[in-house]
């Protein structure tokens, strides 16, 4: 069955540093994946997507990388802030517009 | 525009008993999604609808779960009876399938459902 991975464990960092969040995903080939910033008490907002065909997308400070070989994309937040802090999740997109989402990774920066 | 919108914002019942959610998608959006979340399971997919008919709802859990959307701009979600494991935060969300549009879905802000 299709699995999806973050880091489960919580990510801290210090303000001005680059973060990097992993998402690994088995059984499923999507055509474009999406992250999604979740706060806490709230829906999640979209972020950023990158399609299969792309290796690499930027906005502002964030980059994602996504290598379909490994089955891999890489979320960056580059000179982080602590308004920063919050749940990231990545999705996975099919037909219809259906995301599956993996479990998200928790970003904590610091001051 | 008001995004996607969400009633009740919190709901506690007892065990045994109806609950309706209630969602209404932003203007113009002809996908719209009903996700299920809780620690323990993240955010599971439930049932998805695009033009008003229900395309995969392999993902509600039980026959105790339905969900419909009789017109383009309000749909529910109803669990009868409801059980406490059902207790968690259920979000609708709805984005615009078609050529040239964006994948994204936009979520409301949820339903807080405790059950007793």
């Known amino acids: 069955s299709q699995k999806i991975e973050q880091n489960s464990e919580a990510l801290n960092i210090q303000e001005g540093k680059t973060a990097t969040l992993t998402c690994n995903y088995t059984?499923?080939?999507?055509?474009?994946l999406q992250w999604y910033r979740q706060d806490p008490g709230r829906g999640p907002v979209f972020l950023l997507l990158?399609?299969?065909?792309?290796k690499e997308k930027r906005k502002e400070r964030l980059k994602v990388t996504f290598d379909t070989t490994l089955k891999q994309s890489l979320f960056h937040i580059t000179a982080s802030q602590p308004a920063d802090s919050a749940t990231y999740l990545c999705?996975?997109?099919?037909?219809?517009?259906?995301?599956?989402f993996g479990a998200g990774t928790r970003l904590a920066v610091h001051p | 525009d008001a995004g996607v919108i969400q009633s009740p914002r919190h709901e506690v019942t007892e065990m045994g008993q109806e609950v309706t959610l209630r969602c209404k998608p932003i203007?113009?959006?002809?996908?719209l999604f009903w996700y299920r979340q809780t620690m323990m399971r993240g955010l599971e997919l439930l049932i998805y609808?695009?033009?008003?008919?229900?395309?995969?709802d392999s993902g509600m859990p039980e026959d105790r779960f339905s969900a419909k959307m009789p017109n383009a701009s309000f749909s529910t979600l109803k669990i009868q009876p409801s059980e406490p494991r059902d207790s968690a935060v259920y979000f609708c969300?709805?984005?615009?399938?078609?050529?040239?549009?964006?994948?994204?879905?936009?979520f409301g802000p949820g339903t807080r459902l405790l059950v007793l």
């Open positions: 990158i399609r299969e065909n792309e």
């Open positions: 969300a709805s984005s615009l399938r078609g050529q040239g549009s964006q994948e994204t879905q936009y």
């Open positions: 203007s113009g959006h002809n996908s």
């Open positions: 609808f695009n033009n008003n008919v229900p395309i995969d």
């Open positions: 999705a996975l997109g099919g037909g219809y517009n259906k995301l599956i």
């Open positions: 059984n499923y080939s999507p055509a474009y």
